[in-house]
């Protein structure tokens, strides 16, 4: 079983700064890919970054050049860097994650940006 804890979430002004951390149980080398997804209010969820365990990374066209993803030199945790926050961007933020044919997901944090 694997748990997924977010945080960092809250709220911003366009232009601000976020950091998001997603904390895993055990060590998360087992659990790969791992990614952030985002829900806007009456929209589904989609993709916003992944991350395998060798590093390599994808992005969504919308935060590109924006948003950073990265794991943790602990092993267990996961970080989302956005920078230069737009309206667009808020939503709720789910940390996702795969093992052993599972995918696993966190329980969200709330990320709002006010213009």
């Given at each position: 079983?694997?748990?997924?804890?977010?945080?960092?979430?809250?709220?911003?002004?366009?232009?601000?700064?976020?950091?998001?951390?997603?904390?895993?149980?055990?060590?998360?080398?087992?659990?790969?890919?791992?990614?952030?997804?985002?829900?806007?209010?009456?929209?589904?969820?989609?993709?916003?970054?992944?991350?395998?365990?060798?590093?390599?990374?994808?992005?969504?066209?919308?935060?590109k050049?924006?948003?950073?993803?990265?794991?943790g030199?602990?092993?267990?945790?996961?970080?989302?860097?956005?920078?230069?926050?737009?309206?667009?961007?808020?939503?709720?933020?789910?940390?996702?994650?795969?093992?052993?044919?599972?995918?696993?997901?966190?329980?969200?944090?709330?990320?709002?940006?006010?213009?």
């Amino acid at each position: 079983q694997v748990q997924l804890v977010e945080s960092g979430g809250g709220l911003a002004q366009a232009g601000e700064s976020l950091r998001l951390s997603c904390a895993a149980s055990g060590t998360i080398n087992s659990i790969s890919p791992m990614g952030w997804y985002r829900q806007s209010p009456g929209k589904q969820r989609d993709l916003v970054a992944t991350i395998t365990s060798g590093g390599t990374t994808t992005y969504a066209d919308s935060v590109k050049g924006r948003f950073a993803i990265s794991r943790g030199t602990a092993k267990n945790t996961v970080y989302l860097q956005m920078n230069s926050l737009k309206p667009e961007d808020t939503g709720v933020y789910y940390c996702r994650g795969y093992r052993s044919g599972v995918w696993y997901w966190g329980q969200g944090t709330q990320v709002t940006v006010s213009s």
